[in-house]
């Protein structure tokens, strides 16, 4: 059995344990002191290193996979069958938002369906089964319903996919800064300025150029899907490790590294946002925003989303300065160039992203999630039971706090662990001295170690009592 098969095992024991602290009020009083579990998932990552090297040996092994043939017009069908589901969801939303309830954000299916069953949910199914997305995707749906012709533009030459990058850090913004984001009215004008952008951009330069170059969804959802267990490529069905379609030959281009470090940074940036350490340093900031007037001029409401803008906006800037300097020690050892290195290994970086992502929204997906079944039946607010769900209460004992931080040390450690079996594999490829291999990830290792003891630290906050 080889590498990405034990990872495939760890991942599958692990994952039926328990995540964050989204949608509750109680707190969990720990049993033991928080840093004995910090310093544990520290050492247990340490540890992968070690079973890592163990467990590859001297050389980075192919993954075995799995190809089971799908026949064409089953493809079709379902294609077509679900995208057909997914434009009628798409409307039902945007009559939802700009008709429906516009008291909390609860009430209205629109918010419950964006940010909880489809940005968590999504990304749920997409790290641990696969890339659904394409399938579901109402804005490629429609495109698809209209004949097929040469794109009248070619993809700007050095552009590469940084319009994906920009678009989703405004969409990361919309999520953590925008005070007004679960009004169901503003959300769904946002939706439909969107779309019209996205059609615009998919009938000038192609449908699948666009989704791969400046689709932030498209982007994200078929990067964290290169984790999961299946794959569908030539017309077959690929059942592979977890995480062997992180580990690619190809050098990832700059825009996708960059990718890379805003999904982890920002998805990071939403819990810091929860801790002790934000409440200070955006008190100290508003307190100078108030000193110099700007809060007088532009609101207490636009200035505080003024600091967690400028909070999302240096984030990244952090990981990648702290990411840069790790491969720059790495670079030494092996003799090649940082930026060179950073690409080489950011893809190893993406079991951290899943892991806290994991960690962070489970408990949010089922709790509030639980509240798009009443809405289901009455979309409108016009007292329909169409599904007889109407009453439905959610239940927020469906999931207790023991539960939630377990599952959030679990899901920490293992993402870490991952990634510290990815890189190696990495080392291990490009370099053919297993002692040059070895070496080089000890900076690497040292970073996820420490990233490992923050997250979970990070995660603990809102969580548990110390």
Not at 248 to 276: C, H
Request: glycine fraction near 8%.
């Amino acid at each position: 059995m080889n590498g990405c098969w034990r990872l495939t095992g760890l991942f599958l024991f692990l994952v039926t344990s328990d995540a964050d602290a989204h949608a509750f009020a109680q707190r969990y009083d720990l049993p033991l002191p928080l840093w004995h579990y910090i310093a544990g998932a520290g050492a247990a990552v340490a540890l992968s290193f070690l079973a890592a090297a163990l467990v590859l040996g001297g050389r980075a092994k192919p993954s075995a996979h799995l190809r089971l043939p799908l026949p064409p017009s089953l493809v079709n069908v379902v294609r077509h069958g679900l995208g057909g589901v997914a434009i009628a969801l798409f409307l039902l939303l945007l009559v939802a938002g700009f008709f429906g309830a516009q008291d909390d954000w609860d009430s209205n299916l629109l918010p419950v369906s964006v940010w909880v069953i489809w940005w968590v949910g999504i990304t749920f199914v997409s790290a641990l089964i696969g890339n659904v997305w394409p399938l579901i995707d109402p804005w490629r749906a429609v495109a698809r319903m209209f004949p097929r012709h040469r794109a009248p533009l070619g993809w700007p030459r050095g552009a590469e996919a940084w319009p994906a990058v920009f678009l989703f850090l405004s969409f990361a913004w919309c999520e953590v800064a925008w005070t007004e984001n679960a009004v169901p009215y503003k959300l769904a004008t946002l939706i439909l300025g969107y779309s019209l952008v996205t059609w615009t951009g998919m009938a000038l330069f192609g449908v699948e150029v666009w989704c791969a170059k400046a689709d932030p969804f498209a982007v994200f959802f078929g990067l964290i899907a290169r984790f999961a267990a299946l794959d569908v490529k030539g017309g077959a069905l690929v059942i592979r490790p977890f995480g062997a379609g992180l580990s690619d030959a190809r050098l990832p281009t700059p825009a996708a590294a960059a990718f890379v470090i805003v999904v982890l940074a920002t998805v990071s940036f939403d819990g810091i946002g929860e801790t002790p350490f934000w409440d200070t340093v955006a008190g100290l900031t508003m307190r100078f925003l108030y000193d110099v007037g700007i809060v007088a001029r532009i609101g207490y409401t636009a200035a505080d989303s003024l600091v967690k803008t400028l909070g999302l906006l240096a984030t990244p800037l952090v990981f990648a300065a702290v990411y840069l300097a790790a491969c720059g020690l790495v670079g030494r050892i092996t003799g090649e160039p940082t930026g060179y290195t950073a690409r080489r290994y950011v893809f190893s970086l993406v079991p951290i992203a899943i892991g806290y992502h994991l960690a962070h929204y489970l408990s949010y997906l089922l709790i509030q999630g639980q509240a798009v079944w009443p809405l289901l039946s009455d979309p409108l607010n016009l007292g329909w039971n169409l599904f007889g769900t109407r009453g439905t209460m959610i239940d927020v004992g469906v999931i207790g706090m023991r539960f939630v931080w377990l599952f959030a040390v679990f899901a920490i450690v293992l993402g870490h662990a991952a990634a510290v079996m990815l890189a190696h594999m990495e080392a291990m490829r490009n370099n053919s001295s297993r002692v040059t291999a070895v070496a080089s990830q000890a900076p690497m290792l040292i970073l996820m170690v420490a990233y490992t003891m923050l997250s979970l630290w990070i995660l603990s906050q809102p969580v548990v009592e110390v």
